[in-house]
């Protein structure tokens, strides 16, 4: 098996240097086969370099410097667009306008966007996934020019590495699989699963940092914060009310 | 880079013969190292061989015959109780009781879940994918003991491939990525997108075989209806509420 899916990294730092247009095309064909549902392919892959388009995304992606400076950047939609213009084109009423099928297309565009991933780290090439696209989905609507029946689910920003970070830690693959069942988790075992993440260095010093007790609270009181992920619910659920997949 | 990515077929066939466990493993590993918000990796991994425990997962997944055929069924599921139990643990308060942090941890299990499906098909194994999961999330609750914060996203069968299924069209690369720009589709670019898809033997046949007028009507009237995505679509935001991701 090809090694690169055990040393990858996060790359946030890019080249000042384009990425061949024939790799790209490669590299998203890649993605194209993989598996959707029932083959509809209801997802859509908007490949943006334009430096003003990137500069505007940028305060949407909470001014990441990656959205600026990565040759490329990715944004993956969910989109029944294409999919019901078809439909309607041919005598069918698409009835596409639920929650079930939003589910559905995000599905789609999320395998695709990781093929890509993996496809692209595969040919040297650096990626970072941007978080920000669900809670300014909005805005990426309005500056894509997203129509309805597309929402974007995820970005990624694709360039040359010009940095090897350290690579992160991992929770052991036992902290994340089950055996044939879920088996809930005793308090030791929690102790025992976040035990090496809580003694790094570098988790130290973020809890020193923020003038937190734990690095739990890091997460809860600094990262992702209660109220955040309340205002930016109730953003997503607008878009999806907007674009077509709510009542 | 790997050709596999090119020459995929979805497996739906298996030998019946294990996969050992040391690759298993591997492959699995081979996705946890996929990136995830904030490194929180909020998804967990069920690995289901148990004769039993497949054949109550196979109606959920309308008896496809890869669920109780396959020796290896992964239950890819969003989950935010392990995350939960930690933050309490640790005096922290989590909040993400909501509707964005169950799209986050959704994300997280979709990624991790192509990386281990590219994975599996790099070591010579076949996969499918079972939509299936959105659908009766409330059952594979069940079945497999989810805890609340905890919901399946999708479902992968695996294993050794017992057939070479001839390979699935796909629409053009240019139909489904758009230029810095979202582009929406004139009548002329649909026609044109979905020609080859329309024209080829099989699809015709499921045209006559369902007296159909237009392979678009297949989709809409037999495989996709609009009743269904409704009611599935109720039962879909119900688990979500059940599971603590909605109000």
Redo the contacts between chains.
Sequence with gaps: ??SK??T?R?IRKYENREIDASLL??????G????T?????V????????EG?KRQLAPVHFNQPMVTEAPVVLTF?A?F???N???R????????D????F??A??DA??V???V???AE??GLG???L?TT??NADKIID?????HG?VP??TVTVGWPAEIPEQ????P?Y???????????T?EM??D??RAKELRQDNLGFIAENSK?????V???V?????D??F??GK??EVLKRQGFMP
């Design positions: 098996m090809n899916y055990f990858r996060t095309e490669k590299i998203l064909l890649a194209t086969r993989t598996s549902t029932g083959n509809m392919q997802y859509s892959i908007i490949v943006t370099s334009d388009l939609c989109d667009n294409r999919f213009k078809w439909c084109q041919r005598d069918a009423e698409p009835g596409y639920n929650f079930l099928s589910m559905t995000a599905i999320l395998l966007a990781q093929t991933c993996n496809a595969e040919e990626i970072c996934y978080g669900t809670y500056i894509l020019d997203l129509p597309v689910v995820t992160v830690d991992r929770l693959l902290a994340v699989m089950h055996r044939e069942k879920y088996s809930d988790y308090s929690i102790d699963i976040y007790n734990t690095l739990a609270q997460f809860t009181d990262r992702y914060k209660k109220a992920n309340e930016f619910s997503l659920l």
